[in-house]
């Protein structure tokens, strides 16, 4: 089955930049635009990053995604401890016919 | 504002159905597509399937085929998606989703309903 490949962990102290890395296909990110999603414990995701690198209206501009070839990034600067969420990227996969999502990454501020 | 209000948690036996129901409000409903999407206990998100709410147009994934059946009441403006021959491994968070572009070939979902927990046990 096509999916999106994300490390499973990622940290960072308050004021960083971290950066997570989303990896698919030439059938979803590698010919699609790529979207980024944030969940808190207990709640719904929520829509960080369209179309490879816009913000949706109220997302502060310390998110920002890039695309290049199959591989897509989001990237998180200046790290606040209630950034520690659950990260998950997707994309159309046209081999599925489908959404498909990354196994998501648990970012940790230490 | 927009919001899309899901219905409470379901306990189904295996083999049941269940039917969960997605109130938009805030919006125009029949301008933009709702997906349905779920989340077993520690697994990743998995798309279920679409519904072009303006002419009744429906997706599913392979995966779901044959299993599960979304629709639409305009007049309530609530989705709903019904899944059937239930399994154990169907208990997850299921969520409906607004698509961003309204069209639904696109994994952009900008406004998500709050979950519902199915247990199949």
């Known amino acids: 089955q096509s999916v999106l490949t994300q490390p499973p962990s990622a940290s960072g102290t308050p004021g960083q930049r971290v950066t997570i890395s989303c990896s698919g296909s030439s059938s979803n990110s590698g010919s699609n635009t790529v979207n980024w999603y944030q969940q808190l414990p207990g709640a719904a995701p929520k829509l960080l990053i369209y179309s490879n690198n816009q913000r949706p209206s109220g997302v502060p501009d310390r998110f920002s995604g890039s695309k290049s070839g199959t591989s897509a990034s989001l990237a998180i600067s200046r790290l606040q401890s209630e950034d520690e969420a659950d990260y998950y990227c997707?994309?159309?996969?046209?081999?599925?016919?489908?959404?498909?999502f990354g196994g998501g990454t648990k970012l940790t501020v230490l | 504002q927009v919001q899309l209000v899901q219905s409470g948690a379901e306990v189904r036996k295996p083999g049941a159905s269940v039917k969960l129901s997605c109130r938009a409000s805030?919006?125009?409903?029949?301008?933009?597509?709702i997906h349905w999407v779920r989340q077993a206990p520690g697994q990743r998100l998995e798309w279920m399937g679409w519904?072009?709410?303006?002419?009744?147009?429906?997706?599913?994934s392979q995966k779901f085929q044959g299993r599960v059946t979304i629709t639409r009441d305009t007049s309530a403006s609530t989705a709903y998606m019904e899944l059937s021959s239930l399994r154990s491994d169907d208990t997850s968070v299921y969520y409906c989703?607004?698509?961003?572009f309204g069209v639904g070939y696109s994994s952009s979902f900008d406004y998500w309903g709050q979950g519902t927990l199915v247990t199949v046990s």
């Open positions: 989703a607004r698509d961003l």
């Open positions: 805030g919006y125009t409903f029949t301008s933009y597509t």
């Open positions: 997707a994309s159309w996969d046209g081999s599925l016919n489908g959404p498909v």
């Open positions: 519904i072009n709410i303006g002419n009744g147009n429906t997706k599913y």
